[in-house]
Every structure is written in structure tokens, then in C-alpha cells.
């Protein structure tokens, strides 16, 4: 291939797997992050700067061949004047703006005619006060910003309603499902689309992060089909170029609700690093640099775990229990290059793989409870 350095705006886990992949290619990263410590610090020519500061991310991308992202929160004004310029941004500035507002993301469906849960558009916490009896329970998210479980609060009662976020935000009626499920569908230049089968996500209770999944999702096979086709409806009306993440809600009787969708390699596709012929990396890959997409067919079933930070312990990170974990047939450890912990803070993720689903479980259960991240 013709010789390509990448700008990545972003420089966490995401972009650390993704440059362990485009090193296989010969491809050359260079990373924007405002953390001079960010996972992707060692492993790339690397700046330290301000995402959203117009003038950095305009400097920045003035000698890339080509410029994506692994966080929304970007500046999108930049980016289209760096499309004037002729340089290749992928996604596209336009689509990240339809995301990185959870305010426009769901109008988005609605005027798409996409199955989405009800909501409102509130500005300040009382809207959400005024509409207190119409639409409790309910998730009150910002608009911007949020990330990792921050900027989400679920309001089930008056009582919690001063919890609600006093700044633009969406109020969604609560929605009784009986699984998350999320579909990763990616997009090339050329118009070529292809999706990874659907998997199953559970959240951890108290930091609304995903705490491990598995794959493929047990679902029908007429709600897999629902969702597979929604994602790729939803990649070809933003006309995005890349990978997207549709994160959706199966309801009691097997509808399909879209929750959530983010423009980059999602947490609810790690396991393909292993699991799948082609991982979500690779895919981003081919995607934007307009190569054929690889199979995204599963290997075998797998699973993810979630290495979070351990409540109580915040310093230099520990692992306790990893030789445990790594003598585990089928386990494979992905460790973030994070020297510190904290509560909640994502340091890792484990992959498992096997042939039974019931060993599978088994194996995913042993690793959540016996690998732990301390200082």
C-alpha cells in the first residue's frame, strides 16, 4: 500500500488498538490528546493538545493524509475547513456533528422515521421539572459531553428529579426491555456495507458502564435481523464513511428501539479482536482507507470483561489475580498502558473465547471475579 500517516484525534484505548492494527500495515499515526499520558502516548507520534481548540486541531491536521477520530468531542469547524483544504476526514465532520449531540442524534431518528424511545428536548432542569408527571420513570442525559457513564441520570421518582442535569439535555421515557444489544456496521467510500453480528451487553449498576457482554447476542433470529438492518439503515442515511456503533433496547415483545450510536471502534466490539475473523479495528481500517471490508463472521462465540478501576483505590494500578486469569484456557488480556486507577475507570478489557457457551459464561464470571485492578 501507498505509504499513509493517519491523524487521530483522540488518543485512548480505542486509538491504541487501532494503531496495534495499522502497524501490520505499514500505516504511521499521529495523535492529538489533551492527556500527556494517554494510552497512546508511546506508540505514536504524539501531541499534546486540546480536542476541541480550533486552531490545534487545524495545525494538527495540516500534514495528514487522511484524519479520524476516537472520541466525538471534537472541533467540527476545523475538520470542514481541513475538507476544504482537501484532506480526507473520515467520518465525516458532518456526521460526527449529527452525534456528538445526543439532542440532534435523536431528532435524527425521528426524522428519519427510526425506532427510538419518546423523548424531549429540555434545556435546563426545569423542563424536566415541568414534565415530572408525563414522562417518569426517565433517563435524563446531556446533550453534550457525556462519556463512560457520565451525564446520564435515571429518574424514577419526584424525589430524584434535583438530580436531573440543569444544562441542554434529553429527557427519554424509561424503557422496559429485556436486553441491550448493540450492532457494529461499517461503511467504505465506495458504498460497501457490512455488519458484525449482534451482541448482548450488561451494564454495571452503579457506573452505567458496560461491564462485559456477550456474543453472538441470544436473541431471535428476526430481532438479529431487525437490528442488523437498522444499523445499516441508520450508517446509509448519515452517508458515513468508517465504523458506527448502534447500540439498541429489545423490548418484552421484541422490539427494536435504537438507544445510542457513536461514529468510531465502540466498547461492544473488543471481542472481535479475537472472536471474529475480522475485527472492528481492522474494519475501521479498511473503511476509511477504502479497501475491500473483511468477514465479519464469528470464529466462535465470545465474550468481553471489563478491567474497571476498583471503588476505594485510586493510585498506581495493581493487577490482582492476573496469572490467575491468564492460565484460563481462552482468556486474553488487553491492559490499556493507564498507570493510574481510580474508581470505575476503564484500565483494560479480557476476551474469552470457546466453542461452549455455557463454558464461555462460566469462564467470563471467573475472570470478572478474580482479576482486579487495585493501587
Known sequence: MKPQRIGMLGGGQLGRMLIQKGIDWNLRFKVLDPDASAPCAGISDFTHGKLTDYDTVLKFGEDCDLITIEIENVNTAALHELERRGKRVYPQPRCIEVIQDKRTQKQFYLDNGLPTSEFLLTNNRQDVMAHQGYFLPAVHKLGREGYDGRGVQVLRSESDLPK????????????????????????????????????????????????????????????????????????????????????????KDDRVLINEMAPRPHNSGHQSIEANITSQYEQHLRAILNLPLGATTMRCPGAMVNLLGEPGYEGPARYEGLEDVLATEGVFVHLYGKVQTRPFRKMGHVTIIDQDVES??????????????KA
Do not use: C, W
Open 360 to 373: 464461555l459464561k462460566k469462564k467470563a464470571n471467573f475472570v470478572r471475579n478474580t482479576l482486579k485492578v
Open 164 to 251: 436531573a442535569f440543569d444544562a441542554p439535555g434529553v429527557l427519554e421515557k424509561f424503557v422496559d426491555f429485556k436486553a441491550e444489544i448493540s450492532v457494529i456496521v461499517a461503511r467504505s467510500s465506495s458504498r460497501e456495507v457490512k455488519s458484525f453480528p449482534a451482541v448482548e451487553m450488561v451494564f454495571h449498576p452503579e457506573a452505567n458502564l458496560v461491564e462485559y457482554l456477550f456474543a453472538p447476542a441470544e436473541i431471535s433470529s428476526s430481532v438479529e435481523r431487525e437490528a442488523e438492518h437498522l444499523a445499516q439503515v441508520v450508517i446509509e442515511k448519515l452517508d458515513l464513511v468508517g465504523i458506527l456503533a448502534v447500540e439498541m433496547f429489545v423490548t
